[in-house]
């Protein structure tokens, strides 16, 4: 077996996964260019360290835990918190740009969940909107089945309270 990546083999690797990645990256870090770039940091790490792959779990697996701990890095970065400064000064008027865009059901859902703590958000990510299994989700993850049963029931309820002012308080009714 070759150690070496055929390009062909690559371009084929960021057809399939690419657009999977950058909607994860958003996910955890919820800004565009800065998913972008870690995306490309993670592709181009893979390229260039392809022989390390064992293969012991599927190439998306994979490809997600890169991602995952690339922007775990990326939120501990000093710009990262940078940026955060920044966007809290044009926060307001933003808002007041887009009110009548916010009002939208889904948008407003997706809202909520983006201000989810991060092991919360992301076990509603995978779960609910990549519609993993439990053990999937724990997979990637690398917690226990129960710690994802946990961070649901926890999900849940943070979004529960964060949204039982409007419309969606019929929908989190058990």
């Known amino acids: 077996m070759s150690h070496f990546f055929e390009e062909h083999e690559f371009q084929q690797v960021m057809q399939?996964?690419?657009?999977?990645?950058l909607r994860l990256a958003y996910l955890y870090v919820k800004d565009w260019p800065a998913a972008e770039d870690t995306v490309q940091d993670v592709l181009l790490k893979f390229y260039l360290e392809f022989g390390q792959f064992e293969k012991r779990s599927s190439l998306k697996t994979y490809l997600t835990r890169m991602t995952i701990n690339k922007c775990k890095d990326?939120?501990?970065s000093w710009r990262?918190?940078?940026?955060?400064?920044?966007?809290?000064?044009?926060?307001?008027?933003?808002?007041?740009?887009?009110?009548f865009i916010e009002q939208d059901?889904?948008?407003?859902?997706a809202d909520a969940?983006?201000?989810l703590p991060l092991k919360y958000?992301?076990?509603i990510i995978y779960y609910y909107f990549e519609e993993l299994s439990v053990l999937d989700?724990?997979?990637i993850l690398s917690v226990s089945d129960n710690t994802v049963k946990t961070r649901l029931r926890k999900a849940r309820a943070l979004l529960k309270e964060q949204l039982k002012h409007n419309q969606w308080e019929?929908?989190?009714?058990?």
């Not at 399939?16 to 990645?21: F, M």
């Not at 920044?86 to 926060?91: A, K, Q």
């Not at 019929?170 to 058990?174: C, N, P």
């Open 74 to 76: 990326y939120l501990k």
């Open 170 to 174: 019929v929908l989190l009714h058990e």
């Open 121 to 123: 958000r992301e076990v």
């Open 137 to 139: 989700v724990a997979q």
């Open 113 to 115: 969940v983006l201000q």
């Open 80 to 99: 990262y918190r940078k940026q955060v400064l920044t966007n809290s000064f044009s926060y307001q008027a933003k808002k007041a740009r887009n009110s």
């Open 105 to 109: 059901e889904k948008l407003e859902l």
């Open 16 to 21: 399939e996964h690419t657009d999977y990645l």
